[in-house]
């Protein structure tokens, strides 16, 4: 029983994933149609398309203040709000600058649910269970970028105001996740980090570990006495934390540069340079959506088995191959558009195998009790910044260097990755946070 409800607790604040996914790709398929309704100029329709992006980074970098003061509970129903607004403002909205308003709203959720419901599933699972439980917000964010992807297919073909049903079909998954939040008890950690409730505390924990739950509140109890004097003394960019810090920037930066969102956002623009035509455009929406969603359920059910190092590494060298081999069909005078295809697709696999189902349990992991939001916002906002700054410059990479330049550069940052992995990266599968915690400061 107590498995059960530790499964059933994630799962609910993995939904925040599902909300994120759904609400990230949902605008690829109302974004014709708004431009049109509005008749927005270029820079307009380029505001539309990034407002969101912008909402995340704000999101991200203001995360750890409302799970740390708050508590991940509420900032949990916060999110659901942000997502529940943002679908319904911007399927009613009749005025643009309100639609921009309400897009930023959501992705202001975005950010901050890939700091808040992370951490919330890494303080409330086992060591031998955490990563798979932490990699159901990876899996329900690619479910949710599917689902939009499917919805959006479904609801297009009721006409020219279709765009706002895709919108507003959100508002749905939002209420449920609203709701099933009241179910979900508050994570211990933070109960006795910031509100030292040890009553509260003991009871959750009881529920999580009946047989060891003291030998659990101990271990906590020891790491928050140790954290008190660290949140006095030592800020998160101390010399203390620098091992995390830098674990988290680089584990973020490796995931952007891999090019995962200039092939997901840009896809179609790829299949073109490769010499296919405007049909392979479902192929690079629905395809590229199923594959990311069926090697991220496989990731999941593997990290806590062979770790996330070794998933990390066998991905490492998968994408290295990917891109070397797209990069070399572009450099053919007349590119292969099948066997670029089928490059990219083996790129998404490796990609979803490894960095897409690591990155949120690692960097939930790696940081002590007492820095665990900041690192996390840290960790989150690197990501969502390099995936702007990425998102912005592809296209004019792809134009100026050509395909063969541009997937050699994402080539050689994999290559990086790799000797990262290989030399720096350590293995956390199996280990209690504050034995994490402990390690990463020696």
């Known amino acids: 029983m107590t498995k059960n409800n530790i499964t059933a607790w ?27 309704y509005w008749n927005l100029s270029e820079v307009e329709h380029g505001v539309t398309m990034a407002i969101a ?22 900032t949990l129903f916060i999110i659901a709000a942000l997502y529940f607004f943002s679908a319904i403002g911007t399927a009613l909205a009749f005025d643009w600058h309100i639609f921009i308003v309400f897009r930023f709203f959501g992705g202001i959720g975005v950010g901050v649910s890939s700091v808040t419901a992370p951490i919330y ?14 990699g159901l917000f990876q899996f329900n964010v690619v479910l949710g ?44 950690r933070w109960l006795l980090l910031y509100r030292q409730n040890r009553d509260a505390a003991i009871h959750v924990l009881k529920r999580i570990n009946p047989q060891n739950y003291l030998k659990d509140m101990e271990s906590i109890l020891a790491s928050v006495q140790v954290g008190r004097m660290d949140m006095a003394a030592d ?32 896809a179609p623009r790829v299949f073109e340079m490769a010499g296919l035509g405007a049909q392979s455009s479902l192929l690079s929406t629905v395809g590229i959506g199923l594959v990311n969603f069926t090697f991220t359920l496989i990731a999941i059910n593997f990290i806590d088995k062979i ?12 994408l290295i191959a990917a891109l070397g081999l797209v990069s070399h069909s572009f450099y053919s005078a007349e590119p292969d558009g099948i066997a670029v295809t089928i490059y990219l697709m083996v790129y998404i696999a490796f ?15 790696i940081f002590p009790n007492e820095v665990r939001a900041k690192g996390q916002t840290l960790g989150s906002l690197t990501h969502w910044v390099m ?29 990086l990755q790799l000797l990262f992995v290989w030399k720096v990266m350590p293995e956390t599968k199996g280990k209690s946070l504050e034995q994490i915690g402990g390690n990463m400061m020696h």
Request: glycine share 12%; charged share 15%; no cysteine.
């Open 351 to 365: 990609f979803a195998f490894s960095q897409g189902a690591v990155i949120w349990v690692f960097i939930s992991e």
């Open 387 to 415: 995936a702007a700054v990425i998102t912005f410059f592809f296209p004019m990479l792809a134009e100026r260097l050509g395909g063969g330049d541009t997937f050699l550069i994402f080539t050689g940052f994999m290559v």
């Open 145 to 188: 970028i599917l689902m939009s992807y499917l919805s959006n297919y479904l609801i297009g073909q009721g006409g020219e105001h279709s765009w706002r049903w895709m919108l507003g079909v959100q508002a749905f998954p939002a209420a449920l996740f609203y709701v099933l939040i009241h179910f979900v008890p508050e994570s211990p």
């Open 10 to 36: 994630s799962f609910v604040v993995a939904l925040g994933g599902f909300l994120f996914g759904f609400d990230t790709a949902v605008i690829s398929g109302a974004e014709r149609a708004v431009q049109v």
């Open 307 to 318: 770790g996330r190092r070794r998933l990390m590494l066998i991905g490492s060298f998968g």
């Open 121 to 134: 599933i890494s303080e409330i699972a086992p060591p031998d269970r955490r990563g798979k439980l932490v």
């Open 235 to 266: 800020p998160l960019f101390s010399k203390k934390y620098r091992l995390p810090v830098m674990l988290a920037i680089l584990f973020a930066v490796f995931n952007q540069v891999s090019g995962i969102n200039a092939i997901i956002y840009y």
């Open 53 to 74: 992006l912008l909402g995340t980074v704000v999101g991200a970098l203001m995360g750890a203040y409302p799970s740390d003061k708050l508590g991940r509970k509420r």
